[in-house]
């Protein structure tokens, strides 16, 4: 854990002799803690106070990237365990499983590359590829491994490979980033670690249980192999579930050799509770999820519940206040008021580019709550609203003065008509999804 | 070097909840965080109840439809259906007393639900339509036919508690207390309900349900908060059973209701539909909740499912 201004004081020389530039020792100790300032900066602090501050401000579950040049992935580096003490920064890495004696290795790339959904303004898709070395054989491998670079070369990728023969000949060609090998077993950890340190490749270390990994990594990080990816082996949800908690919890608590991210195959013959494994893995505590098959719903699932563990729970997300252009929208388009919550304005906005009607977008700000939210808190009133839409000069653009309003506030009507002389405000639809036929509507009747 | 469990020390127990009268539902009385096996107990399993509305319900999307169309005429021969695809409890929401639906008097109400009672025995929630002044004139007389069936009524908000509290206690039932995704509101809620006198191992918190992409990780972060105060930081105001009101928020996305062809980018809607329930209702569970009311029944086989492969660790 980071140390707070106060510890850094106590680690000073406490001679307030200003030569860091700052008036006293405790202004200078709160502005390292607040990074703003290197501890550097005192000539006076001893290389053991300086060593003791690095540690402290790495965070206890290693991070590290891995992936090709242009499409590195960042994993660990994660800080607490519960979100709202802080956040989760490094987003699960979601990766499909394709064994080398796939006959359709191809087709799975494909639907790889093709999984990018949009969901408020963030791109989300499965972001690597698992290549199992199930044949056992260098050449299946080597052939099912081009086969993948030939349509992606630069999806990150996680080799699954015991041998550490056929590892090493592998990575020896590999020359595009940093692929995880995986792994390393309780047989064969001296000879991956070899490998690994041979050619800079992070390892996954394999083995029943927090106890066993335990005794792998322990060694592992001796010999300096330190970007390490632990997998426990858990068989059901429950000791996916009690096997991360207590890998976090013991990191957290100053256990290095469990502060690595972790690994976890969700895959099961069941897409509905491979799901359910995959969602338990994003929910507590997985870095890397793999999946055994790609399917639109489950993704658009797995990519929601991902956005929203890893959204900042002490920032909302925000649009600025503004008359946003939906199309092209002339003097005869609709305007359509809303508040500046970024899940709202991007569930609004693409349900009007859906009616195809070019469209006013006027996004008021409310400090980042949604219409309800905003409206509770007087944030989404008639009169501020009224204020707003005079203010913006909206009505320069419209030959109209129709505002259009969201159903769940239609309470606001007859106030907003009455700060706005001249408008009429026309409540929209309850939810976006009614948008499309309601603003088609809208315009038919204008016509 | 071997390692240790490092184990949270816990102060508190969460009240256990016990509901019905000829056939009886459990929940609650668990010493740890959710389903943290290896340091505490857990007698019951979370609850996952059926929901029913007592009136047709307007607002039901397509793949709802389907399965309750036949029978939402009829609240007793959906309660029938429900149980038959095996529910262990049911959620009556009296949906037809909102002043936007049908506006159904007290009396009315009552005489419906008397019949009700003598009709299906299974463990029973009553919900009323989330209308403060309504739920606040119907749930008494609610709460007062059914005297002695021994139920779980809600939602007492803090614009209603006083009349739908003192009359769940007069008749015995337990209650649900909603308040709006604050651990401080849902506190202080507490405090007023248990000032009049209802008795707090029987208050239920309902923290305010959302659904996957649409303010799901704020109720998320409160549940966790909320067992983190009751069971560790020895806040016995919120040391309390926590509901989710799963369906009711997630069949209003459009992610429960787009057709494929209007969204080809996010596949069949069937699975898309009763998964997106069951992955909010799953993630709920870890975060807290032990009473869940759902909607679709494959939904629910996928949760209780996860709640079974959790439990067989359970010591
Ligand atoms: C998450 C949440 C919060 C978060 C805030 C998140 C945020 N950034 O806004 C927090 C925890 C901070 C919060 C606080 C409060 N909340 Co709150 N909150 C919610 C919750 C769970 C979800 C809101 C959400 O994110 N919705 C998703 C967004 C996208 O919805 P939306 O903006 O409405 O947009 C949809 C539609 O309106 C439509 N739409 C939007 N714009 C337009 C425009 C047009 C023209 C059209 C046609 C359609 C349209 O499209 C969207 C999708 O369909 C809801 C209950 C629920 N489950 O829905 C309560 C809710 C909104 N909150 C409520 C309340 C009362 C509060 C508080 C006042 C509680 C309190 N007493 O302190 C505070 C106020 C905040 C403050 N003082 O700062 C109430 C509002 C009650 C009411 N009917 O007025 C709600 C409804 C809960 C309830 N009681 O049922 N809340
Ligand atoms: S240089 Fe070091 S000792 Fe001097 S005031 Fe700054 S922090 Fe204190």
């Given at each position: 854990m980071a140390l707070t201004g106060i510890e850094i004081f106590k680690l000073l020389?406490?001679?307030?002799?200003?030569?860091?530039?700052?008036?006293?020792c405790l202004a200078f100790a709160m502005k390292v803690a607040q990074g703003?300032?290197?501890?550097?900066?005192?000539?006076?602090?001893?290389e053991e106070v300086k060593t003791k501050l690095k540690e402290a401000a790495t965070p206890p579950i290693k991070g590290f990237e891995f992936g090709s040049e242009n499409q590195r992935i960042k994993i660990g580096d994660e800080t607490v365990?519960?979100?709202?003490e802080k956040k989760f920064y490094n987003p699960t890495v979601l990766a499909l499983q394709i064994s080398d004696?796939?006959?359709?290795i191809d087709k799975k790339v494909d639907e790889v590359l093709n999984s990018q959904i949009e969901r408020v303004e963030q791109i989300l898709k499965i972001d690597a590829i698992f290549l199992k070395?199930?044949?056992?054989n260098l050449e299946v491998f080597s052939r099912a491994l081009e086969k993948i670079r030939n349509k992606a070369s630069q999806i990150p990728l996680i080799f699954g490979i015991s041998s550490p023969k056929i590892a090493s000949y592998v990575l020896e060609g590999f020359k595009n980033g940093r692929p995880i090998l995986y792994g390393a077993t309780e047989e064969n950890f001296s000879d991956i670690a070899e490998i690994a340190k041979r050619y800079n490749v992070p390892v996954g270390v394999i083995a029943k249980g927090v106890e066993k990994v335990f005794f792998i990594t322990e060694t592992l990080r001796t010999k300096g192999v330190e970007d390490l990816v632990i997998d426990?082996?858990?068989?059901?949800a429950a000791e996916l579930l009690r096997d991360n908690t207590i890998i976090r919890r013991a990191a957290l608590k100053g256990v290095k050799a469990l502060g690595y991210p972790i690994i976890t195959?969700?895959?099961?013959?069941d897409e509905f509770y491979e799901t359910v494994m995959a969602s338990v893995g994003i929910l507590k505590y997985s870095s890397i999820v793999v999946l055994s098959s790609i399917l639109k719903w489950k993704n658009l699932i797995l990519f929601t519940l991902r956005q929203n563990i890893y959204s900042d729970p002490q920032i909302p997300m925000q649009v600025r206040q503004d008359i946003y252009?939906?199309?092209?929208?002339?003097?005869?388009s609709p305007l359509i008021i809303t508040t500046n919550f970024a899940l709202t304005y991007f569930l609004v906005k693409s349900e009007i580019e859906n009616s195809k009607v070019p469209t006013w977008l006027a996004i008021m700000d409310?400090?980042?709550?949604s219409v309800l939210t905003a409206w509770a808190a007087g944030k989404f009133s008639a009169s501020r609203i009224a204020q707003f839409i005079k203010e913006s000069e909206v009505e320069k653009k419209l030959n109209n003065r129709e505002l259009i309003i969201p159903g769940y506030v239609a309470m606001l009507k007859a106030a907003i008509e009455d700060k706005l002389p001249g408008w009429k405000v026309i409540v929209g639809p309850k939810?976006?999804?009614?948008i499309p036929t309601f603003l088609r509507n809208y315009i038919r009747s204008k016509h | 070097m071997s390692f240790i469990i490092p184990k949270e020390i816990y102060t508190g127990r969460i009240p256990e909840i016990v509901f019905g009268k000829d056939k009886i539902a459990r929940l609650g009385g668990e010493?740890?965080?959710?389903?943290?096996f290896f340091e505490g107990d857990f007698p019951n399993k979370p609850l996952i109840a059926f929901e029913i509305q007592?009136?047709?319900?307007?607002?039901?999307?397509q793949e709802l439809a389907k399965i309750y169309s036949s029978v939402w005429d009829d609240p007793i021969r959906w309660a029938r259906f429900c149980e038959a695809l095996g529910a262990k409890a049911i959620t009556v929401r009296l949906?037809?007393?909102h002043p936007d639906s049908k506006d159904s008097k007290p009396e009315e109400v009552a005489d419906r639900l008397r019949k009700f009672l003598t009709e299906v025995d299974l463990p029973l929630i009553i919900l009323g339509s989330n209308h403060i002044e309504k739920d606040a004139e119907v749930l008494p007389v609610v709460a007062d036919v059914s005297r002695g069936y021994n139920c779980i009524v809600g939602k007492a908000q803090?614009?209603?508690y006083k009349t739908i509290a003192a009359s769940a206690m007069a008749a015995g039932h337990s209650l649900i207390a909603m308040s709006e995704l604050d651990v401080n509101l849902a506190k202080q809620l507490n405090i007023l309900i248990t000032q009049i006198?209802?008795?707090?191992?029987?208050i239920i918190i309902d923290p305010m349900c959302s659904a996957l992409g649409y303010g799901f990780e704020y109720t998320y972060s409160v549940m966790e908060r909320i067992r983190i105060a009751g069971l560790?930081?020895?806040d016995s105001m919120l040391c309390s059973p926590l509901f989710a009101d799963v369906g009711f928020y997630v069949w209003k996305t459009k992610e429960a209701q787009a057709s494929e062809e209007d969204v080809?980018?996010?596949?069949s809607l069937y699975e898309r539909s009763f998964m997106w329930e069951a992955i909010t209702a799953c993630s709920f569970l870890l975060s807290g909740a032990e009473l869940i009311v759902m909607r679709h029944p494959d939904a629910i086989r996928v949760t209780e499912r996860f709640i079974d492969d959790l439990f067989s660790l359970r010591q």
């Open positions: 020389p406490k001679t307030n002799c200003k030569k860091c530039g700052f008036p006293t703003q300032v290197q501890i550097e900066q005192c000539p006076d602090v001893s365990l519960f979100r709202h004696v796939d006959e359709n070395n199930e044949s056992g426990t082996q858990p068989q059901t195959f969700a895959n099961r013959d252009k939906v199309g092209n929208p002339d003097g005869n409310c400090d980042g709550l939810e976006a999804s009614g | 010493t740890a965080l959710p389903m943290h007592d009136t047709k319900p307007e607002d039901y999307p949906m037809s007393i803090e614009g209603n006198g209802f008795p707090k191992e029987k560790v930081q020895q080809p980018q996010w596949g």
